[in-house]
């Protein structure tokens, strides 16, 4: 059984826009992220949570908003979507052991395509 | 800015051999240096990770050199395998801050000709 769900596995949509990315982790962590990669950049880091409290939010632009409605899930809103938005969006969760050292598990990503 | 920067952008190898990705990064306060690797249409996942306090890490063929003073660190992949074949990301991050921001380098495409 996958420990980490994305949904949807492929997204298309129009630019404007707004979609919501599913993540749900079965692994018992309380530490979870987002991350984006694109051909134009590498992995990037988006945002991190613990305990549902936000820890860290890298992104320049308010139009991607995290949403944590339970420990184990962390979905991501991006409102007013342009085509530059295309990637394809890692959700990952990691055991906070307050070290920072905990290895981060990727699911399987949402591939999203702007037109 | 931090960065972490990635070379060679691509290699291949023939089987057998060892194949040597290369990173270096800037800033002092990383403290924890992951390499991900991530086949075509799969997630990447976690290879292995050193700290600053030792300067070697192996777990069977693969092996990370440190080095602090010159900040950088490589991965060795022995007696390499056509299985080996995907992109490797090198990775760092202050793990101290505990926020758990990874820092990617650019990644390296790896090609192991049987």
């Known amino acids: 059984d996958p420990k980490i769900i994305q949904k949807p596995k492929y997204l298309v949509a129009v630019t404007g826009s707004e979609k919501i990315l599913i993540c749900e982790q079965y692994?018992?962590?309380?530490?979870m992220y987002w991350y984006r990669q694109s051909a134009k950049k590498p992995l990037e880091f988006m945002f991190s949570?613990?305990?549902?409290?936000?820890?860290d939010n890298q992104t320049a632009s308010s139009r991607f908003q995290p949403q944590s409605s339970k420990k184990n899930h962390l979905d991501l809103q991006i409102t007013a979507l342009k085509p530059d938005d295309s990637a394809t969006y890692f959700c990952?969760?990691?055991?906070?052991?307050?070290?920072?050292?905990?290895?981060?598990?990727f699911g399987p990503g949402t591939r999203l395509t702007v037109l | 800015q931090q960065q972490v920067r990635q070379s060679p952008q691509s290699l291949t190898v023939w089987e057998g051999e060892t194949a040597i990705l290369n990173c270096s990064y800037e800033?002092?306060?990383?403290?924890?240096f992951p390499w991900y690797h991530q086949f075509p249409g799969e997630s990447p996942a976690l290879l292995i990770a050193?700290?600053?306090?030792?300067n070697k890490k192996e777990d069977g063929r693969f092996t990370i050199f440190f080095n602090k003073r010159e900040k950088k660190f490589s991965l060795h992949i022995a007696d390499s395998q056509p299985g080996d074949s995907a992109t490797y990301f090198c990775?760092?991050?202050?793990?101290?801050?505990?926020?758990?921001?990874?820092?990617f380098g650019h990644g390296t495409i790896l090609r192991v000709h049987p």
């Open positions: 990952a969760s990691s055991q906070d052991g307050g070290t920072g050292y905990a290895e981060q598990f």
């Open positions: 949570y613990s305990y549902q409290k936000l820890m």
């Open positions: 990775a760092a991050s202050a793990a101290g801050a505990n926020t758990g921001k990874l820092t």
């Open positions: 800033d002092s306060t990383f403290d924890y």
């Open positions: 050193i700290r600053p306090v030792s």
């Open positions: 692994l018992g962590h309380n530490a």
